[in-house]
């Protein structure tokens, strides 16, 4: 290949930049070197710092400089209850009702909670079932609540498609929980597999477990703010999700949490108890009401007063994709990684099935961290998933058609260093 090869694709994507603009490029401090700007293609592990949330940070500080604690009522963003201004674009973002969501914790901390209540073994139910290859944090989480409760997991974990590394068809989903039946309690699954960045049915897997009378749960750390979510429509049961992928919530950000109302207002459903999880009526009656009275809402699984600092960059975060609008955002990541999978050199396997995708591609390439030394060279960023596989994630919010064709260049010059002038 030589560039006159490539220079065509190269105006073409500079053309499709004048289109079909990053609504929001200028609004995001983007990853730069010496040399200029890098192709940022790794939202999916670690979003970029949005300008704004700057401020946002700065607003808590100086509140907290000026008023200490009369800021839990009195701040520009009142402490007490900032937490709940955060629902409604939490909200819209997964296609829930404000007080089905809560943002709260850590991501695994939040499935651990949320297995504590609604993995309830009884009889012979007592069977978790999760997608393969699961991330490692949510193996860990499940096998321990197994373990815990005197469940071998050889015998009471379900991997559907365990051992290998392809896509999982909704057909096979729906035959292992078919074929599980009355024995299974529970689903885990990835909304959107961290590995390969197939994207999974989820009305359609949920409502699967929901005929063999499991209930559905989903870690969406890879689908919320890259694929469209209707999450109470779905009549999903659960789910939780990290705020510092597509969301750009800044590192170690706060997780969200969805509980479907049905289970909200069920309070008799057994939950660990806090107080920033009680009826805000009698939160403050401290030493009068020992007895814990869960708010009917997602809240009540919250155990601690909010982190104000952690909050904080949501709200500048979460303003974004309120601004450009889910809907729309899924349909330019449709375009721009559509467009980049085309251009691929025909070497790289995509092993992200393109019925199924969302904004990442999951490359196969032999070699990878050696490809990933090119990639770095010409101010690409991708990540790499030992031993062969490099994620590559055009954020549709910020990433440009040129971000997307500087990956195919760098990749190219990676196979024949030669092939470039
Ligand atoms: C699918 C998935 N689950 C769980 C985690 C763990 O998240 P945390 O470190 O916030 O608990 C991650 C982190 O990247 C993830 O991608």
Not at 17 to 40: I, M, T, V, W
Not at 53 to 60: C, I, K
Not at 228 to 237: A, I, N, P, R, S
Not at 273 to 287: E, V, Y
């Amino acid at each position: 290949m030589t560039t006159s090869r490539l220079e065509p694709i190269h105006n073409e994507a500079l053309r499709l930049d004048e289109s079909d603009p990053a609504p929001k490029r200028d609004a995001f401090e983007l990853p730069h070197n010496d040399q200029g700007p890098l192709a940022y293609l790794t939202g999916n592990s670690l979003g970029p710092l949005p300008k704004q949330t700057r401020s946002e940070l700065a607003t808590e500080l100086d509140d907290w400089s000026r008023l200490a604690v009369d800021a839990h009522f009195e701040a520009t963003n009142p402490w007490y209850d900032a937490h709940l201004a955060l629902a409604e674009p939490g909200a819209r973002l997964v296609g829930a009702r404000p007080h089905e969501v809560v943002w709260m914790n850590g991501l695994t901390v939040n499935l651990h909670l949320l297995l504590a209540s609604f993995w309830r073994p009884e009889g012979k139910r007592t069977k978790i079932l999760m997608d393969a290859p699961a991330f490692p944090s949510d193996t860990y989480a499940v096998k321990s609540h197994l373990r815990q409760r005197g469940f071998d997991p050889d015998e009471h974990l379900i991997v559907v498609n365990s051992g290998t590394e392809q896509a999982t068809t909704a057909e096979a989903f729906e035959a292992a929980i078919k074929a599980a039946g009355d024995t299974l309690a529970l689903g885990l699954i990835a909304g959107v597999n961290f590995l390969t960045g197939q994207v999974h049915p989820i009305a359609r897997i949920t409502k699967a477990l929901h005929d063999v009378g499991a209930l559905a749960g989903w870690d969406l750390a890879h689908a919320a703010g890259n694929i469209e979510l209707k999450l109470h429509e779905d009549q999903v049961d659960f789910a939780a999700w990290c705020s510092y992928k597509y969301l750009n919530g800044g590192p170690g950000g706060l997780s969200g949490v969805f509980i479907h109302e049905r289970h909200a207002q069920n309070t008799d459903r057994p939950r660990f108890g806090g107080w920033w999880g009680n009826d805000p009526s009698t939160r403050f009656k401290m030493h009068q009401i020992p007895e814990f009275h869960p708010v009917p809402t997602a809240d009540a699984w919250q155990l601690s007063n909010p982190p104000i600092l952690a909050l904080a960059p949501l709200r500048s975060a979460l303003a974004l994709f309120d601004e450009v609008g889910m809907a729309k955002l899924r349909a330019r990541s449709e375009r721009l990684t559509g467009w980049l999978r085309k251009q691929l050199p025909a070497w790289v396997e995509v092993m992200t099935p393109a019925d199924a995708q969302g904004a990442q591609l999951s490359l196969g390439v032999q070699q990878a961290e050696d490809v990933q030394k090119t990639l770095q060279r010409e101010g690409v960023v991708c990540d790499v998933r030992k031993p062969d596989i490099i994620r590559a994630a055009p954020a549709p919010l910020y990433n440009t058609y040129e971000d997307a064709y500087r990956l195919v260049r760098a990749l190219t010059l990676a196979n024949d260093p030669g092939s470039i002038a």
